[in-house]
């Protein structure tokens, strides 16, 4: 599978073009699923009207509103109570997987309970992350990130990457997201972490991570 793990979504055309590359058609012919459950994990997204302007492409992060070929929704939390045979050709079928950003432990439980985190390797669509979307491929969250929590209170993710990720650096609307506590952050990891503004992105193609960004980033090796 490949991965494009934004902080903030296709913001800048260094991204974009990254984006473009990884597909195997244009844009305009390629069909989506996009997946907002971590939004509801989180008190400030949802549920409610943000949710709702992801899903609709109305929200600021550019990602559902890119001129996608066509867009569907694939709830996670709903997929245990579906017969698998209504929701598994479909993911395996798609050309592209839009997770939107919110608590990353929240969408990792509901990827583990629904059954698609057993698929993602094997699937041969583009999964584009934003925040909690990239963050849940991680090994761990880190501690600074626990927010919901997991039955066995851990902040173990998926762990389809080797890196954790510190997303938003240096975002004006989170003054708490500093370089200094990304430092701190990447202390309570047992492995390498990637502190990263939302004009930063890492493409990971066959176990290989490249950083895409024309903004800031750091890597901090533990």
């Known amino acids: 599978m490949k991965l494009l793990l934004t902080s903030g979504g296709i913001t800048n055309n260094s991204i974009y073009n990254e984006l473009v590359d990884m597909l195997d058609k244009p844009i305009t012919d390629s069909n989506v699923l996009c997946i907002p459950t971590a939004m509801y994990g989180h008190p400030w997204v949802g549920p409610g009207v943000k949710a709702w302007k992801f ?97 066995d209170d851990s902040d173990e993710a998926l762990g389809l990457v080797e890196f954790s990720i510190f997303p938003h650096l240096n975002h004006e609307s989170l003054p708490g997201n500093t370089l200094k506590a990304a430092e701190k952050w990447a202390a309570s990891l047992k492995g390498p972490g990637y502190a990263m503004d939302d004009q930063t992105a890492i493409k990971v193609i066959d176990d290989t991570a490249e950083v895409i960004s024309e903004g800031y980033w750091k890597l901090f090796q533990t």
Do not use: C, H
Not at 89 to 97: A, C, G, K, R, T
């Open 55 to 151: 899903i609709s492409g109305k929200e600021e992060n550019p990602m559902v509103n890119l001129g996608w070929k066509s867009v569907g929704v694939l709830e996670l939390t709903a997929l245990p109570t579906i017969d698998k045979d209504r929701w598994v050709p479909l993911v395996q079928e798609i050309d592209v997987l839009l997770v939107s950003g919110g608590d990353a432990l929240y969408l990792s439980y509901w990827m583990k309970q629904s059954g698609l985190a057993e698929l993602l390797p094997s699937l041969k669509a583009v999964y584009i992350g934003m925040s909690a979307g990239s963050m849940v491929m991680a090994p761990t969250v880190g501690e600074y990130f626990i927010g919901w929590t997991p039955p």
